[in-house]
C-alpha cells in the first residue's frame, strides 16, 4: 500500500457516516459514565477520527466511531478528523484492520470478517497473502476464516455458552470428525459438549482435540462415546482411558478400512485374505 495524502481538519458531524461494512459489531459501553464519554465532555475529543472523504460534503468513518458517537450524543456541532483522500476499497479495508487491531482485541467472528472483506477487496487468493498484509500466520487466517464458515447456529451456540477464540478455534478443527453416535444427533452433541465448557467439565481447549482423535475412530469407540455423552459429569480424560487409542482394537479398525477400500475399489481379496477372515469368523463366533 502506497503512501498516502492526509490532513486534519474540523468537519461537521452531519457530514460523517459510520462504515456500513464495519466488521466491529460492538464498540463497548455507550452509558453515561463511560471514561471516555467522561473524558470528552471535560477535554474535547483527543485522538482524531479518522475518515475517508467520500464526496465534497461526506465522509466515511475508518476508526473512531465511539468518538463520532459520543460527540453526537453530548451535542458537538464538529469533530476534530484525520483525511484521507477516497481510498481503493482494498486499502480501506487494510487500514482499517490495522488501525483498529492496535486499540483492542478482535472477537473472533469480528476478525474473520475483517479478514474476508480484506481478502476480497484486494482479490488475495491464498491464507498466506491475507496473513502477510496483517503480520498474522497462515494458519490463524485459515482458522479465521473457517470460523465465519460454520453455520449461523453453531456460532450463536458459541456466544450463548460464552466459548473463548481457542475453543473455537479447536471446535473448527473437532466439528468436520463429528458424527451421529447411536441416536444422538451431531447438534445434541455440540451442545453437549458447549454446556461442559461452560460447567467446567471441559477445562481446556486442547480437550477438543483429543476428542476429535477419538471421533476419527468413532467406529472402534462408538458405545464409549455414548456413555460419555449420556454421562454429563465424564471428563474427557476418563473416556481417553476408556477408548483404546492403540493395540488390539485399533489393529482391528485399520483392518476394517483396508476392507472397505478394497471392495470399494474393487479389488478381490486373495486367497490368503479369504482364509483368514474365515478363521477369524470361525473364532468370532467362539465368543458369541
Known amino acids: 500500500m502506497k503512501d498516502m495524502n492526509s490532513l486534519f481538519a474540523e468537519i461537521p458531524i452531519e457530514q460523517i457516516q459510520e462504515d456500513p461494512n464495519q466488521p466491529r459489531e460492538n464498540f463497548g459501553s455507550e452509558d453515561d459514565d463511560n471514561p471516555l464519554l467522561v473524558s470528552m465532555k471535560t477535554l474535547g475529543t483527543g485522538n482524531a477520527v479518522l475518515v475517508q472523504k467520500v464526496d465534497e460534503q461526506k465522509y466515511t468513518i475508518m476508526d473512531g466511531h465511539r468518538r463520532y458517537r459520543f460527540a453526537k450524543k453530548i451535542g458537538q ?7 484521507y483522500a477516497q481510498l481503493h476499497k482494498g486499502d480501506f479495508a487494510l487500514m482499517r484492520y490495522h488501525f483498529q487491531n492496535v486499540r483492542r482485541g478482535w472477537k473472533p467472528l469480528e476478525r474473520a470478517e475483517a479478514l474476508v472483506q480484506i481478502q476480497e477487496a484486494r482479490k488475495l487468493k491464498t491464507y498466506k497473502e491475507v496473513g502477510d498484509c496483517v503480520n498474522l500466520s497462515e494458519s490463524t487466517v485459515r482458522q479465521a476464516m473457517d470460523l465465519r464458515h460454520l453455520k449461523l447456529e453453531h456460532l450463536s451456540l458459541m456466544e450463548k455458552y460464552g ?6 478455534n479447536e471446535f473448527v478443527r473437532l466439528k468436520p470428525k463429528m458424527r451421529k453416535i447411536q441416536d444422538i444427533e451431531v447438534g445434541d452433541i455440540i451442545v453437549n459438549l458447549f454446556d461442559r465448557v461452560q460447567r467446567k467439565i471441559i477445562k481446556s481447549s486442547k480437550e477438543f ?4 482423535s477419538i471421533f476419527n475412530r468413532a467406529s472402534a469407540n462408538e458405545q464409549e462415546i455414548y456413555r460419555y455423552l449420556k454421562n454429563q459429569e465424564m471428563t474427557v480424560a476418563d473416556l481417553e482411558r476408556r477408548c483404546s487409542t492403540s493395540g488390539f482394537s485399533l489393529l482391528i479398525e485399520k483392518m476394517l478400512q483396508q476392507l472397505a477400500g478394497k471392495r470399494s475399489a474393487g479389488v478381490p481379496l486373495s486367497d490368503h485374505e479369504e482364509k483368514a477372515l474365515q478363521e477369524l469368523y470361525r473364532i468370532l463366533k467362539l465368543y458369541r
Do not use: D, N, P
Open 77 to 83: 456541532k464538529t469533530i476534530w478528523c484525520h483525511v
Open 163 to 168: 466459548l473463548s477464540s481457542a475453543y473455537r
Open 209 to 212: 482435540r483429543i476428542l476429535g
